[in-house]
Antibody, heavy 117, light 112 residues
Framework: EVQLVESGGGLVQPGGSLRLSCAASGFTFSSYWMSWVRQAPGKGLEWVANIKQDGSEKYYVDSVKGRFTISRDNAKNSLSLQMNSLGAEDTAVYYC??????????WGQGTLVTVSS | QSALTQPASVSGSPGQSITISCTGTSSDVGGYNYVSWYQQHPGRAPKLMIYEVSNRPSGVSNRFSGSKSGNTASLTISGLQAEDEADYYCSSYTSSSTLPYVFGTGTKVTVL
């Protein structure tokens, strides 16, 4: 059974940093693109970033470029999102997803990031 | 790149059929057969219901079907059930080099 379990969310002050993690199991992690998708409270879904199977290609939505870094450790079946210079607009539930490049096949339960003083 | 346009809400009685539209442009919905649909119950993660316009993942009820015409994709739920009450989002691959995916604005489905 495919499982994606996010962790690392919490309350952070504006300008602060946070690192999200996603533990993957039940499939060959190294064979799939992976993405982070976020959802602000009461709002819709927004794709944030994705990473190729071997980590050689990474893409980001414009609003997080230069602030967020996606990475993966295929040996540990783990996906990460390093978030720096956080602002109120980054407050959201962040989902780890298995990216089929044309759709998101599996989603984790999400981790809430709240940016507030 | 703007979000795809969906109606804010759609409602129907049990047993009826409803259709949710998802309108984009020739750079996304109209340009590729890469439209997907997601169901999200309150407080839960989204779940893939339809991929590549009309394909159902294993385990998804055949009451859910997808189609596309021009720049507009549609999700039809037939034989509406109470458990179908949820938010639904469409998504499409795009031609943008900086934003490969765009989501719809979301539709709240209410079972009367």
């Amino acid at each position: 059974e495919v499982q994606l379990v996010e962790s690392g969310g919490g309350l952070v002050q504006p300008g602060g940093s946070l690192r999200l993690s996603c533990a993957a199991s039940g499939f060959t992690f190294s064979s799939y693109w992976m993405s982070w998708v976020r959802q602000a409270p009461g709002k819709g879904l927004e794709w944030v970033a994705n990473i190729k199977q071997d980590g050689s290609e990474k893409y980001y939505v414009d609003s997080v470029k230069g602030r967020f870094t996606i990475s993966r450790d295929n040996a540990k079946n783990s996906l990460s999102l390093q978030m720096n210079s956080l602002g109120a607009e980054d407050t959201a539930v962040y989902y780890c997803t298995r990216d089929y490049f044309t759709y998101f096949g599996y989603w984790g339960q999400g981790t809430l990031v709240t940016v507030s003083s | 790149q703007s979000a795809l346009t969906q109606p804010a809400s759609v409602s129907g009685s049990p047993g009826q059929s409803i259709t949710i539209s998802c309108t984009g442009t020739s750079s996304d919905v109209g340009g590729y057969n890469y439209v997907s649909w997601y169901q999200q119950h309150p407080g839960r993660a989204p779940k893939l219901m339809i991929y590549e316009v009309s394909n159902r993942p294993s385990g998804v009820s055949n009451r859910f079907s997808g189609s596309k015409s021009g720049n507009t994709a549609s999700l039809t739920i037939s034989g509406l059930q109470a458990e179908d009450e949820a938010d639904y989002y469409c998504s499409s691959y795009t031609s943008s080099s900086t934003l490969p995916y765009v989501f719809g604005t979301g539709t709240k489905v209410t079972v009367l």
